[in-house]
């Protein structure tokens, strides 16, 4: 069974700096192309970075490219998000997801963190 | 940009009865060359992340019962539970991966007990 285990979240200022990390487990993740998901408040997701298995690729949404930095350590299993300039429109749990193809679909997600951007 | 406009934004149904939700996509998602339509559909419970439901706009994911179903092409699709549980209960999410990697998702529909 596939876990994903999201860790990092935390209350930052605006203009602040997080890393998020993604621990998982029950898949072959060097082979497996991850991406993060963000849920505002009372809205839809949305897809915010993708990852290839190898690192190779990275692909992020227009909203935050330039401020985030997606990574990962295929020997510790762990996917990473580094945010930066973080802004109030940020505020959002931030999942960790599976892609059941590569930049698709998600077939597996964490339980997500909480990031909070506020003064 | 792919927009995905769901409606309703909110339904409520009896139970074993049955619910629609729809979702229509600014520009087709339909690939001519594999015959796909690149587009996915989710569940998500309170306090729970999304869970896919169905992809290539009507293949059901492994563990999904066989009262929801999923229809559609181009630009109009649907999700249908034939006969609704108390456990449906739930905000249901469109999402197109055709415009590959600028993945969008629809603004969601909640489906209630009447």
């Known amino acids: 069974e596939v876990q994903l285990l999201e860790s990092g979240g935390d209350l930052v200022q605006p203009g602040g700096s997080l890393r998020l990390s993604c621990a998982a487990s029950g898949l072959t993740f060097s082979s497996t192309a991850m991406s993060w998901v963000r849920q505002a408040p009372g809205k839809g997701p949305e897809w915010v970075s993708g990852?290839?298995?190898?690192?190779?690729?990275?692909h992020y949404a227009d909203s935050v490219k330039g401020r985030f930095t997606i990574s990962r350590d295929n020997s510790k299993n762990t996917l990473y998000l580094q945010m930066n300039g973080l802004r109030v429109e940020d505020t959002a749990i931030y999942y960790c997801a599976k892609d059941k193809f590569s930049l698709a679909t998600f077939d597996s997600w964490g339980q997500g963190t909480l990031v909070t951007v506020s003064s | 940009d792919f927009v995905l406009t769901q409606s309703p934004d909110s339904l409520a149904v009896s139970l074993g009865e049955r619910a629609t939700i729809n979702c229509r996509s600014s520009q087709s998602v339909f690939y001519r060359s594999n015959k796909k339509n690149y587009l996915a559909w989710y569940q998500q419970k309170p306090g729970q992340p999304p869970k896919l439901l169905f992809y290539?706009?009507?293949t059901r994911e492994s563990g999904v019962p066989d009262r929801f179903s999923a229809s559609g092409s181009a630009t109009d699709f649907t999700l249908t539970i034939s006969s609704l549980q108390a456990e449906d209960v739930a905000v249901y999410y469109c999402q197109q991966y055709y415009d590959t990697p600028r993945l969008t998702f629809g603004g969601g529909t909640k489906v209630e007990i009447k």
């Open positions: 990852i290839s298995g190898s690192g190779d690729n990275t």
């Open positions: 290539w706009a009507s």
